[in-house]
């Protein structure tokens, strides 16, 4: 079996060792399980893409073990140090110019290189072992929900990935904010695990505009993408409710009273915690998804902290019944 438990070191080193080989393995990090492939190695990048079905232009992250070995692949400018001094290891990725060590494949032909140290011990591991950096997007299909447990990996790309390492759920379980560094002012392009008032108060002058009001623009940020198959509505509390004859499945921040009718019902956190709901996301709505459902409701979340990246994954996964492919 292809799943192994990470916990034991020489799993870790038969992995690193596929690594180095050009081979593909499925990693926890603290946010989401990653696909890896030797950064280095284009044709094992090239890999990556097939396996998930991702559109070329779609750049992908290069995780990396300490700040010294960042600078080898991005040119990090002056206010970045203290950005990198508080968030790494952790759930935030910075956009930089790139270095000419990147292969152009990893950063879809872009100038720009997305960067970030993974905070989980097993990820960081596996780079040291590799002895190279690790390009790795979520490893689920593309546009669909991103894996928070070996099993999700398993189920949607086993075929793929040459060994899946099973570091159980992952403690964020929301991917990493992604933070562009490279233009004039910096600009979330994806609001993730790092919260946007933590960032804006070490950034004064960031741009977070766009993340939380529209869909930010930027390669693969598709407005449609975390996708279920079940079509999934965003519904006030007191708005239109489940239509008659359908099957309906309620995704609820904080426990309800009144969940009648509905033929499932998932409570993202008991005590109405952000980062409890976070961390469950993901999980809840595969749950959902598995159950034959016609229609998903889901209650918004206040949009604060970890809240902003959760409300923007749910507009992502409603706006997905547009695309006639899922
Ligand atoms: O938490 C995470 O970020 C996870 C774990 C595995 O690290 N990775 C992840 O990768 O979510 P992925 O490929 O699913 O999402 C990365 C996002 C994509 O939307 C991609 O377009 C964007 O980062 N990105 C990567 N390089 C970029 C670049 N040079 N400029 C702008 N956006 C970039
Ligand atoms: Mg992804």
């Known amino acids: 079996m292809k799943i192994r438990d990470a916990s034991d070191g020489a799993a870790v080193a038969m992995a690193a060792l596929i690594i180095r080989r050009g081979g593909l393995v499925a990693f926890p990090t603290e946010t989401v399980y990653g696909l890896g492939a030797d950064a ?10 097939e396996v ?9 992250i290069v995780h990396v073990s300490d700040i010294a070995m ?11 140090q203290p950005v990198m001094e508080k968030f790494w290891p952790g759930p935030l990725t910075l956009v930089v110019p790139k270095k000419s060590s990147v292969p152009a494949i990893v950063t879809a032909g872009l100038e720009t ?5 993974p905070a989980h011990p097993v990820a960081q591991n596996l780079i040291r072992f590799s002895g190279c950096a690790i390009a790795a997007p979520s490893a689920n299909m593309f546009g669909c929900v991103s894996p928070t447990e070996a099993r999700h990996v398993a189920d949607q790309l086993s075929c793929g990935a040459d060994m899946i390492l099973d570091g159980g759920p992952c403690a964020v379980g929301l991917e990493s904010t992604v933070l562009s560094l490279a233009g004039d002012t910096p600009r979330i392009l994806r609001p993730g695990g790092t919260s946007i008032e933590e960032l804006s108060g070490m950034l004064g002058n960031l741009d977070a505009g766009g993340a939380v009001t529209n869909l930010p623009q930027a390669p693969g940020q598709m407005e449609s993408h975390y996708a279920t198959r079940t079509p999934l509505d965003i519904v006030e509390e007191n708005g239109p409710e489940m239509n008659p004859g359908e099957k309906t499945g309620l995704l609820s921040y904080k426990p309800v009273s009144r969940g009648d009718g509905y033929a499932a019902v998932e409570i ?30 889901a209650r918004p979340v206040p949009e604060k902290g970890l809240g902003i990246a959760i409300m923007d994954r749910l507009r992502r996964c409603s706006a997905a019944r547009k695309r006639p492919d899922l």
Do not use: H, T
């Not at 998930?52 to 992908?60: E, T, Y």
């Not at 709901?277 to 016609?294: E, H, I, P, Y």
């Open 40 to 49: 280095q190695n284009p044709r094992a990048v090239a890999k990556i893409f």
């Open 52 to 60: 998930k079905a991702r559109p070329r232009i779609d750049p992908i």
């Open 70 to 80: 960042a600078r080898k692949y991005g040119e990090f400018p002056k206010c970045a």
């Open 113 to 117: 290189v997305a960067v970030r140290i």
């Open 268 to 297: 993202l956190s008991e005590s109405g915690d952000l980062r409890e709901a976070a961390a469950n996301l993901f999980r809840s709505l595969r749950r959902l998804d598995a159950m034959q459902l016609d229609r998903i409701i």
